[in-house]
Structures are given as structure tokens and as C-alpha cells.
């Protein structure tokens, strides 16, 4: 058996592997962890035999999946969403279970099913991959498409039923007398603890995390994230229920507070890996030697959830008013088994609801079901096609007038997405009369804006066919309005690919991701943060009698140097909350009498290497005040020196460390 050491580096140089892989094909990184897990597991390559040790450190990753989900708890999300995620998911959910129930009897003349364990086993069934799914319709800029938003409803669902699935299932052990207590007791306790998280806990968390981001660590802030997030698993594990609980709550309470967003982004990392970790060790539970055995089993359990799911959700979507190709896609992009489904399964086994060769049968269907997800979302559009009689005639008549709009315009914009920004440049081209045809995914927006005169219709821009409709062979420009990176590149890449060399204007929210976006194939790339500021800054300089010539020149030599005079701006305590470690930034740094710096000059530092730029540099002369001196490469610097420096935060810090 290898030490923990080896055990530890085993998983490291395994997972590794498994990621690069699956995401080379462009699949979701979870999936690689399940194969690995499956690989090295002890019934395999029995790399990693020592599954209690894995186990151990996996049940980390729970808690910090069960964590980020209670900071994406917002209530104004759930009530925006009420009648699918309350209608639509909850139907879903709670009639998957029941129907468990009566179908757990076509099981007995194999394996003995109680009705507590056909609950639990529905509750498991009925989970789908929000991991897999979100990252599959995201790669399709399917989102805010109609089914997307079924399908974010859902999961949603599915996710606050987890909470309340890990309360049931130890009550389904006990004896059915004591179940009613059981759950009552639970509830009780569940009310009393949010009571005092949010009436007490809520003003104390603010206070607290004010105090802590005031004295400006990283190391200290982390700490406290971390001992917020064990502390409350511990705390909800001491009065019997369970670690996933307390970690639910404490995102629940951050949630509400301003540093939401910056304890999002330091937790993803610990999120990500341990929940790798807990992926390994399901595809490490899978025997072979069951499956080979009760391969039919097997098969029996993976097509008959599939299928029930497909229907069921199918079904469900239809009555609640999608059309017939809506809810097929719906259907399909939640047929198959969850991550939660596993957590669930792993629960149901340790309480013993179930006999441990059929648990193995279970947990290999649903891990080929997760597999074979990919393809079925990838092939949605041609199955809907197919086994919806008008949904072909649909898309193909959308397709047919997108063209016939288009078909006798020439040198119009094509404005790919039509929020905020696309609608503001849809009235100044109306203005000017300049012709333009916008696509969006919202049905609702394209229903209210085409109803109001505007040229916009419901179609996907990172989709040949509607790219084509649109006539882009006859345009003179694109526009692309997405706040997204990724489904910018992706419009980019079509684009590039059908018309080498068309003017594309891309409008991103700052300058992150400009040198890759020009790279892509954009011809002007508009951070709107930064045109923010030129705006401002016009106005303040005509206001300041400054000529119109001047600012004009000023404006444009700072967009021809692409924005690199503001590329960064200073911070303030509550801006580094929101703001991501790979946004640029300004920071002042007083150089000290021990300071290592003193007495080096800008050229031995070299601050360049380390990502950072020197804006300049200010030193009191005599008893006047700070004056800027000219940047030089022999430059010496001095005690009391103030250098203004720019990048982003990581090597912002590098670089303060070196010169302090």
C-alpha cells in the first residue's frame, strides 16, 4: 500500500493527466476525474488501494460544492425564476421519488427494495450534472435560450433538494415510528440554526469581514474563509446533521454580505481540486467484477433512468407551456445522473438502505449515463428535429425569414447580441440610417424589442446557419456585444472563418482579455470601463477650458496606444472584493530606509519581467513638495521614494516584496 505521500502524488499526477485529456476534447474536466478514478481505482490498476485515506480528504470537496452553492443562493435569482424553479423543478424532483417507489417493485425478483431505500435511490436518480451541464450549454451559448433557462431552473431545484435530502436519508433508517420525529427534529433544528445565522450571525459576519479585509492580508483573509467554512460544517455535524449542511449555510450567510464575490473567486481553487478528489473516489468504488456479472442489470438501470428522466422532464416543460422541441432539448440535457447523485448514493450506502452488490450496479450505470451526456446535448438539435414534427419546420422557417429580411440588404451591421449596448448602437445607426440586423437568445427581450420596430430576431451568432441568414457575406461590419469571453471567441472564430478580414467590433467590460480577443480576429476592441473614463475625462478638460482640438487629440492618441495610459486604476478597500486577481491595477509604494531597493536603479530591478510596468516615480527635492522625475533606466532610487506601479494584483505583489 503507498504512504499518503505517494498515495497523494498518485492522485496529483493522475488527475492532472485525466483534465488535460477530457479537456483537450473539449469535455468537462469532471468527467476526467470520474475515468481516472475508474483507472487507478483498487478493482483496476489498484494505483490507489487506500481509499479510506482519498475518502477522507474527498469529503472536503462536499463541503466546498455544498458551500458555493449557498453563496449562488439569491433570493431575487429564485423569485425572478419562481415558476420554474418552484413549478417546473420541484415537480420534477418530488415525482421522480414517487415514481421510485412503484418502480423499486419490478426490482424485487432481483434485489429486496424497502420503500425508504426506493425514496432515497429516487431522490439520487432524480439529481442531474449542473458541473457537466452548465459547462456543455455554456460552450453553446445556450443559456438564455429557452430550454437553457428550463434547464437552469431545474438544476437550481436540484440543488437546494440536496439540503433537504441529506437531512431525510438518515431518517429513513431508523424505524418508520420514529421517522416523523426524526424529520421533526431536524426541522427544528434547521429553524432554530437560521435564525441565529441570519439574525444574529448576518450583522456579526459583515462586521467581522470588514475588520479582516481592513488590515489588507490575503493570507489572513483566506484563513478566516476557511475557518468560516469548516467552522460551520463542524458546528451543524455537532448537533446531527451533516458537514454538507453547515457549509451550505455559511455561503448562505456570506451570500448577503459585499465580499460575496472576492470569497467566490478564493474558494474556487480549494472547491475545484477536493472535488476532484471526491470524483476520483467514486470512479474508484466501481467493480468490475458486479458489472460483469450483472452487466444486464446494469444496462437496465442506465437506459430505464435515462429514458423515465428524458420523458418525465420532457412531459413536464410541455405543460408548462415549451414548445414540443424546447421541451425534448430540456429533456435531454438533464437525462442523465449528478454529482449530487453520487453524494446521495454515497450517503444510502454507509446507512446500509440498500444491498452493497446493487449499490455497485447503481453507481456503474450512472457513471456511463454522465459519460454519454456530452453526446447527447451535442446531438439535441437533430433529436428534437427528429422526433418533432414541427420543430424542423420551426427552426427552418426562423432560418427562411432571418434570410428574407436580409436577402436585399447590403453594407448593414450585424449586431450579435441585443442588450444594453446592442440596443444603444441599434438607435444611433437608426439615426443615421445605416441598415442592421441584430440577433439575441432571449425570446422574451427579441418578442418585446421586434414587437417595438426593432430589426432583431431569436437566433444563435456563434451558429453558421444563423451567421449566414443573417448576411454576413453582405455586411460591412459585426458587432459583438457579449459581456461573455468565451462566447465572444466563439462568434470571433465563425466569423473568421466564413469571412476572412470583416470589420468586427467587439464590446468587452474591461481590458483583461483584450490581446486575445485582437488575436481572435477582432478589429477594435471598446473596454467600456476605460471609454467610461475617456468620457469623463473629455468632459472635465473642456469644462477646464482645454481647446476641442486638444482633447480630441488626447483622447484618440490614448485609444491608438490602445488604452495603455488607463490601462489600471487605483483601488479602493471595497473595489479588491469585486474585482478579479487578473484585472490591472495602480498601486503606490514608499520606498523605506530598509527597503532593499534603496540604492538600485529601475534597470537592476527589472519590474518589467515580473508583469509589472513603472508609471512613475515621485521624490521630494528640498524641503518642496513630490515631483515627478523622469523615468530612466539608471535611475537611482532613493528613501521616501513613491513609485506608481501597474498590473494585476498577483504581480503587484511580487513586486512589492521585491522592493520592500
Known amino acids: 500500500?503507498?504512504?499518503?505521500?505517494?498515495?497523494?502524488?498518485?492522485?496529483?499526477?493522475?488527475?492532472?493527466?485525466?483534465?488535460?485529456?477530457?479537456?483537450?476534447?473539449?469535455?468537462?474536466?469532471?468527467?476526467?476525474?470520474?475515468?481516472?478514478?475508474?483507472?487507478?481505482?483498487?478493482?483496476?490498476?489498484?494505483?490507489?488501494?487506500?481509499?479510506?485515506?482519498?475518502?477522507?480528504?474527498?469529503?472536503?470537496?462536499?463541503?466546498?460544492?455544498?458551500?458555493?452553492?449557498?453563496?449562488?443562493?439569491?433570493?431575487?435569482?429564485?423569485?425572478?425564476?419562481?415558476?420554474?424553479?418552484?413549478?417546473?423543478?420541484?415537480?420534477?424532483?418530488?415525482?421522480?421519488?414517487?415514481?421510485?417507489?412503484?418502480?423499486?417493485?419490478?426490482?424485487?425478483?432481483?434485489?429486496?427494495?424497502?420503500?425508504?431505500?426506493?425514496?432515497?435511490?429516487?431522490?439520487?436518480?432524480?439529481?442531474?450534472?449542473?458541473?457537466?451541464?452548465?459547462?456543455?450549454?455554456?460552450?453553446?451559448?445556450?443559456?438564455?435560450?429557452?430550454?437553457?433557462?428550463?434547464?437552469?431552473?431545474?438544476?437550481?431545484?436540484?440543488?437546494?433538494?440536496?439540503?433537504?435530502?441529506?437531512?431525510?436519508?438518515?431518517?429513513?433508517?431508523?424505524?418508520?415510528?420514529?421517522?416523523?420525529?426524526?424529520?421533526?427534529?431536524?426541522?427544528?433544528?434547521?429553524?432554530?440554526?437560521?435564525?441565529?445565522?441570519?439574525?444574529?450571525?448576518?450583522?456579526?459576519?459583515?462586521?467581522?469581514?470588514?475588520?479582516?479585509?481592513?488590515?489588507?492580508?490575503?493570507?489572513?483573509f483566506m484563513l478566516n474563509l476557511l475557518l468560516i467554512v469548516l467552522g460551520m460544517a463542524a458546528l451543524t455535524e455537532h448537533f446531527g446533521l451533516s458537514l454538507a449542511l453547515g457549509a451550505f449555510l455559511a455561503g448562505m450567510l456570506i451570500s448577503e454580505t459585499p465580499y460575496r464575490h472576492q470569497v467566490e473567486e478564493d474558494i474556487k481553487p480549494f472547491r475545484d481540486v477536493l472535488l476532484g478528489l471526491f470524483f476520483i473516489t467514486i470512479g474508484m468504488l466501481l467493480d468490475f467484477k458486479v458489472i460483469q456479472e450483472q452487466w444486464i442489470l446494469v444496462i437496465v438501470l442506465l437506459v430505464g433512468p435515462l429514458v423515465f428522466k428524458f420523458g418525465l422532464i420532457a412531459l413536464l416543460a410541455r405543460s408548462f407551456g415549451s414548445s414540443p422541441g424546447i421541451a425534448i432539448r430540456t429533456g435531454l440535457c438533464l437525462a442523465q445522473a449528478g454529482e449530487f447523485g453520487f453524494v446521495l448514493l454515497n450517503q444510502i450506502d454507509g446507512l446500509n438502505l440498500i444491498d452493497p452488490a446493487?449499490?455497485?450496479?447503481?453507481?456503474?450505470?450512472?457513471?456511463?449515463?454522465?459519460?454519454?451526456?456530452?453526446?447527447?446535448?451535442?446531438?439535441?438539435?437533430?433529436?428534437?428535429?427528429?422526433?418533432?414534427?414541427?420543430?424542423?419546420?420551426?427552426?427552418?422557417?426562423?432560418?427562411?425569414?432571418?434570410?428574407?429580411?436580409?436577402?436585399?440588404?447590403?453594407?448593414?451591421?450585424?449586431?450579435?447580441?441585443?442588450?444594453?449596448?446592442?440596443?444603444?448602437l441599434a438607435r444611433m445607426l437608426d439615426q443615421e440610417k445605416i441598415p442592421y440586423f441584430a440577433l439575441d437568445m432571449d425570446p422574451d427581450k427579441v418578442k418585446e424589442a421586434s414587437a417595438a420596430g426593432d430589426n432583431v430576431v431569436y437566433g444563435d451568432a456563434s451558429r453558421e446557419n444563423y451567421l449566414i441568414a443573417a448576411g454576413l457575406v453582405r455586411a460591412k461590419a459585426v458587432v459583438i456585444t457579449y459581456a461573455d469571453t468565451a462566447a465572444t471567441l466563439k462568434v470571433l472564430n465563425q466569423v473568421e472563418r466564413l469571412r476572412p478580414g470583416m470589420t468586427v467590433l467587439v464590446r468587452t467590460k474591461d481590458d483583461a482579455d483584450l490581446a486575445k480577443l485582437q488575436a481572435a480576429g477582432a478589429t477594435e476592441v471598446v473596454p467600456e470601463l476605460i471609454e467610461g473614463s475617456l468620457m469623463l475625462a473629455s468632459h472635465v478638460l473642456l469644462m477646464m477650458g482645454v481647446p476641442m482640438r486638444t482633447v480630441v487629440r488626447r483622447i484618440t492618441s490614448a485609444r491608438e496606444a490602445r488604452y495603455s495610459l488607463l490601462r489600471g486604476y487605483f483601488r479602493g478597500s471595497a473595489e479588491e472584493d469585486f474585482e478579479s486577481n487578473e484585472s490591472w491595477r495602480l498601486h503606490s509604494i514608499t520606498l523605506l530606509p530598509e527597503s532593499v531597493s534603496i540604492g538600485k536603479t529601475l534597470q537592476e530591478l527589472a519590474l518589467e519581467n515580473d508583469g509589472v510596468s513603472v508609471q512613475a516615480v515621485r521624490r521630494k527635492i528640498g524641503g518642496a513638495d513630490y515631483v515627478k522625475l523622469d523615468l530612466a533606466p539608471d535611475l537611482r532610487l532613493q528613501v521616501n521614494d513613491i513609485l506608481v506601479l501597474s498590473g494585476n494584483s498577483e504581480a503587484i505583489d511580487l513586486a512589492e516584496s521585491k522592493l520592500l
Not at 476526467?32 to 494505483?47: K, S
Not at 488501494?49 to 431575487?76: C, P, Q, R, W
Open 358 to 424: 446493487l449499490s455497485q450496479a447503481v453507481l456503474a450505470a450512472m457513471l456511463l449515463s454522465m459519460f454519454g451526456a456530452p453526446f447527447l446535448i451535442q446531438y439535441s438539435d437533430r433529436i428534437a428535429m427528429r422526433f418533432s414534427s414541427n420543430e424542423w419546420l420551426l427552426q427552418s422557417l426562423a432560418l427562411t425569414l432571418i434570410a428574407a429580411k436580409t436577402v436585399r440588404t447590403e453594407r448593414h451591421v450585424v449586431i450579435c447580441g441585443f442588450g444594453r449596448s446592442g440596443q444603444s
Open 1 to 220: 500500500m503507498p504512504s499518503v505521500f505517494q498515495l497523494t502524488l498518485i492522485l496529483l499526477a493522475s488527475g492532472v493527466a485525466g483534465v488535460v485529456i477530457f479537456r483537450y476534447f473539449g469535455l468537462p474536466p469532471i468527467l476526467g476525474y470520474l475515468a481516472i478514478g475508474v483507472l487507478i481505482g483498487p478493482n483496476a490498476l489498484a494505483l490507489a488501494s487506500d481509499t479510506a485515506t482519498v475518502k477522507y480528504l474527498a469529503e472536503f470537496g462536499v463541503v466546498f460544492l455544498m458551500f458555493s452553492i449557498g453563496l449562488e443562493f439569491n433570493l431575487h435569482k429564485l423569485r425572478a425564476m419562481r415558476t420554474i424553479v418552484f413549478g417546473l423543478g420541484a415537480s420534477q424532483v418530488v415525482l421522480t421519488m414517487l415514481l421510485a417507489v412503484p418502480a423499486s417493485l419490478l426490482m424485487n425478483w432481483i434485489y429486496p427494495i424497502s420503500w425508504q431505500a426506493a425514496i432515497a435511490l429516487g431522490g439520487a436518480v432524480a439529481m442531474s450534472s449542473t458541473a457537466v451541464v452548465t459547462k456543455l450549454i455554456s460552450d453553446r451559448s445556450e443559456l438564455e435560450s429557452e430550454h437553457g433557462r428550463n434547464v437552469i431552473g431545474i438544476l437550481l431545484f436540484q440543488d437546494l433538494a440536496v439540503v433537504f435530502l441529506l437531512i431525510l436519508l438518515p431518517s429513513l433508517g431508523k424505524n418508520p415510528g420514529d421517522l416523523l420525529i426524526a424529520l421533526s427534529t431536524a426541522a427544528i433544528k434547521i429553524t432554530v440554526a437560521l435564525i441565529l445565522i441570519f439574525v444574529i450571525g448576518q450583522s456579526l459576519m459583515s462586521r467581522w469581514f470588514s475588520l479582516v479585509t481592513k488590515l489588507r492580508s490575503q493570507e489572513l
